[in-house]
């Protein structure tokens, strides 16, 4: 785990919108973790879309979604407007890195899932470590972490959705804190994972 | 019971745009719908199936969305308010009866949604379905988002009826899957039956009904172009001396680029949700006064060149533009920058777009079949049993296209649903290589079947192979005809691919079970081998996709496969079959070994029966 380059938050403790963009491999769960975003965001009130893409992307190739709040409107975000980047992997996270700018958050799973073309021998998978610091020159402030551990410690890997979503609920940034986020894991996770869930939620809320 | 109808009238949910479109059909008192799956459409209908079995709402997944659309129209015209959902290119299959559908009219209200797919997210083109309104002569209202979704949804009902003519309710996909927060009204009990009047010379459309139906159709646009004025969807809003005219979800992009840029005192905003018959008047009006006019839509300039003609028309010769000059593209779905760049770029604004790191080149990640699909083994076995020798694979629309990429490329031409087997038939006749197309079962019943009456009619002389998984895979399992997979237990399939099949006049027809790999192989190489009987030839290939077996039966995996010491590094199950639990590692030594991942494995046993080196073992808990 490593935490780097904290610049200051974009506009300061004056938002009024936040972008926040989902990226992953089909079957991470990252549709689950926008639309309990979302869920958490009507819960307290705080004007929010979720935006998702289904249908040919679920074979095991890219998922990207988002969550925008307060103000905004748009349901897409742009290349360099993202507030936060969730990337539940590596060379995802690498992948996304247009969205962002000088002063986005990101959050990393550090556990890699080769694509095709890398676990056929075609082509290497590269470096992590090194993904990690490109990312976090060119972002505000980059927390990796191996949600996939994480998650296995709390009783499944599929959880890694919940360690990363606990992850950006300890910084602080959104209008609302974890009440919400865990309220609607209780309510909204199918019933013989909530107490996983709920598990992976606070182990990754531990990483600061 | 069912999310969206245990919710109360004046309460908040978040709901995706298709399941706000789908409350607000139940608030309008629906009682039938109809649709054939796909994305980004596919929502609609799901919701409509688990919602049929707890109220009194008759709902059906037709066979295509012809079908649907007939089907629909006659509740429609027994007075029942009813739905006919389906994606873009489905409403292309659905023309005929469209445009017809419009002279005839309807008595309950009917509302067809075309779900658009601008960036083709999950299509094969991004045509831009409201110039079937124009071509029709249909009213049109397009939902920015979900809350909008549930409102002109029961509007449409109320529109459709009160002029006896279908509404169209056109969406993109940004809308469809957007989940966003919607105060609901109340619920209507659906009409439990309809009656139908016998009124032929209103509703048989031989030439002479038709040409007073036209005339008719006409005076209803007229009507509503007086609706158009006046509808509660089209609203200005905003000050200034400026202007920009925007639908859907630009409508998005717009206020928030407004926001951002700080110019809520110099432009207004005229947003139609109710897009044809175009609101001209009100157009004019929004447009007296202005200096320069901006168009904000996706795709085609559909409004622009009708407020242009309308300006025209009343002698306005203010600046209109939209797509020109590239302002703004005619492809892809919209972003915010790109508003913001194209307002800045037409209203001489300083605005510098965020610089965006162009990033270095990465490994590729495109979507395969899942470890098991039975697709792959059916590709396999037919490139097996074709050897050294080549083929044209003309293939068709579902999970099955993916066999485009490599390593099984088995896809050589593709159009739409259906075109795998009709040009099939063209290719046969029109050269000289072998050929052998795919089509998925759901698809060959949507529109496989004409294709291959026509080839046997016409002595084409092809191979056809029905990739029979047992569910629409693609969109989400819905079923078809053929299903015989049921969460109550196997059942015998509705209509027997095989019968059907020989019904059209097909001799030649080979089952295999893919999974069985080398008896496929050995039957597949016979019929393709039959060069000397020519004609068509169909192999159906069946095993159901085991995500959804899993789902239906519920029956635990207790087999994987595992990689012993005596591979020998050959590589064919990476070159030859591309199943994604398979992976090629390195160790310490730099020693190159293949493994295969647990998780992934679904002990389809494929790789055992082409590799002796793969052997089973119990799956761990």
Same mark, same amino acid.
């Given at each position: 785990?490593?935490?780097?380059?904290?610049?200051?938050?974009?506009?300061?403790?004056?938002?009024?919108?936040?972008?926040?963009?989902?990226?992953?491999?089909?079957?991470?769960?990252?549709?689950?973790?926008?639309?309990?975003?979302?869920?958490?965001?009507?819960?307290?009130?705080?004007?929010?879309? #979720? /935006?998702?893409?289904? !249908?040919?992307?679920?074979?095991?190739?890219?998922?990207?979604? @988002?969550?925008?709040? &307060?103000?905004? %409107?748009?349901?897409?975000?742009?290349?360099?407007?993202?507030?936060?980047?969730?990337?539940?992997?590596?060379?995802?996270?690498?992948?996304?890195?247009?969205?962002?700018?000088?002063?986005?958050?990101?959050?990393?799973?550090?556990?890699?899932?080769?694509?095709?073309?890398?676990?056929?021998?075609?082509?290497?998978?590269?470096?992590?470590?090194?993904?990690?610091?490109? #990312? /976090?020159?060119?972002? !505000?402030?980059?927390?990796?972490?191996?949600?996939?551990?994480? @998650?296995?410690?709390? &009783?499944?890997? %599929?959880?890694?959705?919940?360690?990363?979503?606990?992850?950006?609920?300890?910084?602080?940034?959104?209008?609302?804190?974890?009440?919400?986020?865990?309220?609607?894991?209780?309510?909204?996770t199918r019933k013989p994972f909530v107490e996983i869930n709920l598990e992976a939620f606070d182990l990754g809320f531990q990483v600061v | 019971m069912h999310e969206l109808l245990g919710a109360n009238g004046g309460s908040k949910r978040l709901l995706l745009g298709n399941q706000a479109i789908v409350r607000g059909a139940l608030e309008a008192g629906i009682s039938f719908a109809t649709t054939y799956p796909g994305t980004p459409a596919s929502e609609i209908g799901d919701n409509f199936y688990r919602i049929s079995r707890e109220i009194d709402l008759y709902f059906e997944y037709s066979v295509n969305e012809k079908v649907a659309l007939e089907t629909a129209a006659a509740a429609a015209v027994s007075g029942l308010r009813s739905m006919c959902s389906m994606k873009h290119v489905g409403l292309n299959v659905a023309a005929d009866a469209l445009m017809t559908l419009a002279y005839v009219g309807v008595k309950g209200g009917l509302v067809i949604v075309s779900a658009d797919d601008p960036s083709l997210h999950s299509s094969q083109n991004e045509q831009d379905n409201r110039y079937y309104a124009k071509l029709s002569g249909l009213p049109m209202l397009e939902p920015a988002n979900s809350q909008e979704a549930l409102e002109m949804t029961?509007?449409?009902?109320?529109?459709?009826?009160?002029?006896?003519?279908?509404?169209?309710?056109?969406?993109?996909?940004?809308?469809?899957?957007?989940?966003?927060?919607?105060?609901?009204?109340?619920?209507?009990?659906?009409?439990?039956?309809?009656?139908?009047?016998?009124?032929?010379?209103?509703?048989?459309?031989?030439?002479?009904?038709?040409?007073?139906?036209?005339?008719?159709?006409?005076?209803?646009?007229?009507?509503?172009?007086?609706?158009?004025?006046?509808?509660?969807?089209?609203?200005?809003?905003?000050?200034?001396?400026?202007?920009?005219?925007?639908?859907?979800?630009?409508?998005?992009?717009?206020?928030?680029?407004?926001?951002?840029?700080?110019?809520?005192?110099?432009?207004?905003?005229?947003?139609?949700?109710?897009?044809?018959?175009?609101?001209?008047?009100?157009?004019?009006?929004?447009?007296?006064?202005?200096?320069?006019?901006?168009?904000?839509?996706?795709?085609?300039?559909?409004?622009?060149?009708?407020?242009?003609?309308?300006?025209?028309?009343?002698?306005?010769?203010?600046?209109?533009?939209?797509?020109?000059?590239?302002l703004l593209p005619r492809y892809f779905e919209f972003d915010p920058v790109q508003i913001k760049t194209a307002m800045a770029r037409f209203f001489e604004l300083d605005y510098q777009p965020p610089k965006v790191e162009p990033g270095p080149e990465l490994p590729q990640r495109p979507p395969n079949l899942c470890a098991g699909c039975p697709h792959r083994a059916t590709y396999y076995a037919v490139k097996q049993a074709l050897g050294e020798g080549t083929a044209i694979y003309p293939t068709d629309i579902g999970c099955y296209t993916l066999g485009l990429l490599p390593?099984?490329?088995?896809?050589?031409?593709?159009?739409?649903?259906?075109?795998?087997?009709?040009?099939?038939?063209?290719?046969?006749?029109?050269?000289?290589?072998?050929?052998?197309?795919?089509?998925?079962?759901?698809?060959?019943?949507?529109?496989?079947?004409?294709?291959?009456?026509?080839?046997?009619?016409?002595?084409?002389?092809?191979?056809?192979?029905?990739?029979?998984?047992?569910?629409?895979?693609?969109?989400?399992?819905?079923?078809?005809?053929?299903?015989?997979?049921?969460?109550?237990?196997?059942?015998?399939?509705?209509?027997?691919?095989?019968?059907?099949?020989?019904?059209?006049?097909?001799?030649?027809?080979?089952?295999?079970?893919?999974l069985q790999v080398r008896k496929t192989i050995g039957s597949i190489k016979e019929v393709l081998e039959g060069d000397e009987n020519p004609g068509v030839r169909v192999i159906i290939s069946k095993s159901p996709c085991p995500l959804f077996e899993r789902r239906v039966t519920g029956r635990k995996q207790k087999v994987v496969f595992k990689v012993t010491e005596e591979c020998d590094m050959c590589r064919r199950c990476l070159d030859e079959l591309g199943c994604p639990a398979f992976t090629y590692c390195e160790d310490e030594e730099d020693c190159a070994y293949i493994r295969i991942d647990e998780l992934l494995c679904s002990g389809c046993s494929v790789c055992a029966q082409m590799c002796h080196a793969v052997t089973p073992k119990k799956k761990s808990a």
């Amino acid at each position: 785990m490593e935490v780097e380059g904290w610049a200051v938050w974009p506009r300061g403790s004056c938002m009024d919108s936040w972008r926040i963009f989902f990226t992953g491999v089909g079957g991470q769960g990252t549709l689950l973790a926008t639309r309990i975003l979302g869920e958490a965001a009507l819960l307290t009130d705080v004007q929010v879309v #979720v /935006s998702e893409i289904h !249908g040919m992307a679920q074979r095991g190739g890219v998922v990207e979604s @988002a969550v925008v709040m &307060g103000k905004v %409107l748009s349901p897409v975000v742009s290349d360099g407007e993202a507030d936060v980047l969730m990337a539940f992997e590596p060379l995802e996270a690498l992948r996304a890195l247009r969205k962002c700018s000088a002063h986005s958050l990101v959050i990393a799973n550090t556990s890699p899932i080769s694509p095709f073309a890398v676990s056929s021998g075609k082509v290497q998978y590269p470096d992590v470590s090194e993904m990690m610091r490109t #990312v /976090s020159g060119h972002v !505000g402030k980059l927390i990796a972490l191996n949600a996939r551990s994480l @998650a296995r410690g709390a &009783g499944s890997e %599929l959880a890694v959705n919940m360690v990363l979503l606990g992850t950006l609920m300890r910084q602080e940034r959104l209008p609302f804190g974890r009440e919400p986020v865990e309220t609607v894991i209780k309510t909204r996770t199918r019933k013989p994972f909530v107490e996983i869930n709920l598990e992976a939620f606070d182990l990754g809320f531990q990483v600061v | 019971m069912h999310e969206l109808l245990g919710a109360n009238g004046g309460s908040k949910r978040l709901l995706l745009g298709n399941q706000a479109i789908v409350r607000g059909a139940l608030e309008a008192g629906i009682s039938f719908a109809t649709t054939y799956p796909g994305t980004p459409a596919s929502e609609i209908g799901d919701n409509f199936y688990r919602i049929s079995r707890e109220i009194d709402l008759y709902f059906e997944y037709s066979v295509n969305e012809k079908v649907a659309l007939e089907t629909a129209a006659a509740a429609a015209v027994s007075g029942l308010r009813s739905m006919c959902s389906m994606k873009h290119v489905g409403l292309n299959v659905a023309a005929d009866a469209l445009m017809t559908l419009a002279y005839v009219g309807v008595k309950g209200g009917l509302v067809i949604v075309s779900a658009d797919d601008p960036s083709l997210h999950s299509s094969q083109n991004e045509q831009d379905n409201r110039y079937y309104a124009k071509l029709s002569g249909l009213p049109m209202l397009e939902p920015a988002n979900s809350q909008e979704a549930l409102e002109m949804t029961r509007a449409a009902f109320t529109l459709s009826e009160s002029h006896q003519i279908p509404v169209l309710l056109r969406t993109t996909t940004r809308v469809n899957h957007s989940r966003g927060v919607v105060t609901l009204g109340t619920l209507q009990p659906p009409q439990r039956s309809g009656s139908f009047e016998k009124d032929p010379f209103n509703l048989v459309v031989v030439p002479m009904v038709g040409r007073r139906l036209h005339v008719e159709l006409l005076k209803k646009s007229h009507n509503l172009r007086a609706e158009a004025n006046h509808s509660p969807f089209n609203t200005a809003s905003g000050e200034g001396s400026w202007g920009i005219v925007t639908n859907g979800v630009s409508y998005n992009y717009v206020v928030d680029a407004i926001r951002e840029l700080k110019l809520g005192d110099r432009i207004q905003v005229l947003k139609l949700g109710m897009t044809y018959p175009f609101a001209a008047e009100l157009c004019l009006d929004f447009l007296k006064g202005l200096e320069r006019i901006l168009v904000v839509e996706e795709l085609e300039p559909f409004m622009e060149e009708m407020l242009k003609v309308a300006a025209q028309e009343s002698g306005l010769t203010l600046e209109i533009r939209g797509k020109e000059d590239d302002l703004l593209p005619r492809y892809f779905e919209f972003d915010p920058v790109q508003i913001k760049t194209a307002m800045a770029r037409f209203f001489e604004l300083d605005y510098q777009p965020p610089k965006v790191e162009p990033g270095p080149e990465l490994p590729q990640r495109p979507p395969n079949l899942c470890a098991g699909c039975p697709h792959r083994a059916t590709y396999y076995a037919v490139k097996q049993a074709l050897g050294e020798g080549t083929a044209i694979y003309p293939t068709d629309i579902g999970c099955y296209t993916l066999g485009l990429l490599p390593p099984l490329q088995t896809a050589d031409f593709l159009l739409c649903m259906g075109s795998s087997v009709s040009s099939a038939g063209g290719f046969s006749k029109a050269q000289d290589q072998p050929v052998v197309a795919f089509i998925g079962d759901s698809t060959f019943f949507h529109s496989g079947i004409t294709g291959l009456i026509n080839a046997v009619q016409n002595d084409h002389n092809f191979t056809l192979v029905i990739l029979d998984n047992g569910t629409t895979a693609m969109t989400g399992q819905q079923p078809h005809p053929g299903v015989e997979l049921t969460v109550e237990g196997p059942q015998p399939p509705k209509v027997d691919i095989e019968a059907v099949v020989r019904g059209c006049g097909v001799d030649q027809v080979l089952v295999v079970q893919p999974l069985q790999v080398r008896k496929t192989i050995g039957s597949i190489k016979e019929v393709l081998e039959g060069d000397e009987n020519p004609g068509v030839r169909v192999i159906i290939s069946k095993s159901p996709c085991p995500l959804f077996e899993r789902r239906v039966t519920g029956r635990k995996q207790k087999v994987v496969f595992k990689v012993t010491e005596e591979c020998d590094m050959c590589r064919r199950c990476l070159d030859e079959l591309g199943c994604p639990a398979f992976t090629y590692c390195e160790d310490e030594e730099d020693c190159a070994y293949i493994r295969i991942d647990e998780l992934l494995c679904s002990g389809c046993s494929v790789c055992a029966q082409m590799c002796h080196a793969v052997t089973p073992k119990k799956k761990s808990a």
